[in-house]
């Protein structure tokens, strides 16, 4: 008896840990062809830059980018084909402190990545993009800046 429960606790475990993964459905393989990833600063606002070189877009959909601790949506570039564009903004929100609860009512609640916990250096960004309807992540690596000229 003690030996079959001690299987079963080990069985249990086994599944416990093998469902906890590290990656998080962070995908191998890139979901498109992609140039050389980039950005530049300006004040608060980080404007990333994403070049597609082939997508299938019947299947793929970029969505967002997470890079430095900001999360944007990417839009296409209308003046430039094959460019994505997110702009991030680092500014802090004006918080209303008062003695008065009615008035500190107004300040927004701050708003929570529902992101997997991935580690990334800063040369490195998440993408998440959808592929037939499901969400999923891809690891950008090599970003550098690149200055406004």
Do not use: H, W
Request: hydrophobic fraction near 35%; proline fraction near 5%; charge should be neutral.
């Amino acid at each position: 008896m003690k030996n079959l429960l001690l299987v079963c606790s080990a069985v249990l475990a086994v599944i416990m840990f093998s469902s906890c993964a590290g990656n998080k459905d962070l995908q191998e393989r890139s979901p498109a062809q992609f140039g050389e990833a980039y950005f530049d600063v300006q004040g608060n606002i980080t404007t990333f830059y994403l070049p597609v070189n082939a997508i299938q877009t019947e299947r793929i959909r970029l969505d967002s980018i997470y890079f430095r601790n900001m999360m944007a949506p990417l839009e296409k570039d209308p003046s430039t084909p094959g460019l994505y564009i997110a702009k991030l903004t680092s500014g802090k929100r004006d918080f209303i402190m008062s003695s008065d609860p009615t008035e500190e009512y107004a300040n927004k609640m701050p708003i929570k990545s529902d992101l997997p916990d991935f580690k990334i250096q800063d040369n490195e960004a998440i993408l998440l993009f959808s592929q037939n309807g499901k969400s999923k992540y891809f690891k950008l690596k090599g970003i550098k800046e690149r200055s406004q000229e």
